[in-house]
């Protein structure tokens, strides 16, 4: 099993996950958040033409993730997955003509090849979900947009071989920023986004015993930097900052294996 970035943060975020088994690949993008034109020319970067995609699954309904799914999913013929709180968010005109498949948290599912585990996650969205994806021996786990540290999520998380987690902000960056206060408050709230140190809580809660890479994840541009979210989980995982990896929000994350 492998994975890629196409982006992530506010301007957009978008996941790639592929398992091979023999000449059998199954492709699954975990959301689209970035404008038609501009996914087809990311997921040319990682040599993927998007009629190779078996399915677009949605965390929720928030822009920055949903936002690209039913035009390249209508574009290439790509079935969708998607809580029923996520669609109930999201005008119906928007996904005519899509196949839609429902899920649940809690309810895994499969895309050929690759096993998917919904799990519920607190987010000021209809029903949230993240995932963590398997190839029957590997795990990928994957934890974006959520405000606080829960026993579920780590309970989801434990024992992943790999981990795409969530660095959004920088406590005191984001104190001293120039947005509203109200908006201070959604993003630090418990159904906001993840800051440094409640992403390095979380990573040193759950078990690590097979944990092999760690990605930072949907940076705030403003409110963090690369330096200080790899400093963040470096301090958990006893390494050098410079092995943290980190998906930028232009150039992704080049293709790692799980």
């Given at each position: 099993?492998?994975?890629?970035?196409?982006?992530?943060?506010?301007?957009?975020?978008?996941?790639?996950v592929e398992v091979?088994a023999?000449?059998?690949?199954?492709?699954?993008?975990?959301?689209c958040?970035?404008?038609?034109?501009?996914?087809e020319r990311?997921l040319?970067?990682?040599?993927?033409?998007?009629?190779?995609?078996?399915?677009?699954?949605?965390?929720?309904?928030?822009?920055?993730?949903?936002?690209?799914v039913?035009?390249?999913?209508?574009?290439?013929?790509?079935?969708?997955?998607?809580?029923?709180?996520?669609?109930?968010?999201t005008?119906?005109?928007?996904?005519?003509?899509?196949?839609?498949?429902?899920?649940r948290?809690?309810?895994g599912?499969?895309?050929?090849?690759?096993?998917l585990?919904?799990y519920?996650?607190?987010?000021?969205?209809?029903?949230?979900?993240?995932?963590?994806f398997s190839?029957?021996?590997?795990?990928l786990?994957?934890?974006?947009?959520?405000?606080?540290?829960?026993t579920?999520?780590?309970?989801?998380?434990?024992?992943?071989?790999?981990?795409?987690?969530?660095?959004?902000?920088?406590?005191?960056?984001?104190?001293?920023?120039?947005?509203?206060?109200?908006?201070?408050?959604?993003?630090?709230g418990?159904f906001?986004?993840l800051?440094?140190?409640?992403?390095?809580?979380?990573?040193?809660?759950?078990?690590?015993?097979?944990l092999?890479?760690?990605?930072?994840a949907?940076?705030s541009q403003?409110n963090?930097?690369?330096?200080l979210?790899?400093?963040?989980?470096?301090?958990?995982?006893?390494?050098?900052?410079?092995?943290?990896?980190?998906?930028d929000?232009?150039l992704?994350l080049?293709w790692?294996?799980?």
């Amino acid at each position: 099993m492998r994975f890629a970035s196409l982006g992530s943060g506010s301007e957009g975020n978008a996941l790639l996950v592929e398992v091979r088994a023999g000449v059998v690949c199954s492709r699954v993008l975990l959301d689209c958040g970035f404008a038609l034109k501009e996914t087809e020319r990311r997921l040319a970067r990682l040599e993927i033409p998007p009629e190779s995609l078996d399915a677009i699954v949605v965390t929720h309904e928030h822009s920055d993730h949903l936002s690209g799914v039913f035009r390249l999913a209508r574009r290439h013929h790509i079935p969708v997955w998607s809580t029923h709180g996520t669609l109930r968010g999201t005008d119906a005109r928007t996904f005519e003509g899509v196949q839609v498949h429902y899920c649940r948290p809690g309810a895994g599912f499969a895309v050929g090849n690759l096993s998917l585990m919904p799990y519920a996650v607190p987010h000021d969205a209809r029903e949230p979900v993240q995932y963590v994806f398997s190839d029957g021996s590997k795990r990928l786990g994957v934890l974006t947009d959520a405000g606080r540290c829960t026993t579920h999520i780590v309970g989801m998380l434990d024992g992943c071989d790999a981990l795409v987690l969530e660095c959004n902000h920088d406590r005191q960056m984001l104190e001293k920023s120039n947005y509203p206060a109200a908006l201070k408050l959604r993003i630090q709230g418990d159904f906001g986004h993840l800051a440094n140190d409640v992403a390095a809580q979380i990573l040193e809660a759950i078990n690590r015993s097979r944990l092999n890479v760690v990605v930072a994840a949907h940076l705030s541009q403003n409110n963090n930097t690369p330096d200080l979210a790899r400093e963040a989980l470096a301090k958990v995982l006893a390494c050098q900052p410079q092995d943290v990896l980190v998906a930028d929000q232009h150039l992704g994350l080049d293709w790692m294996t799980v």
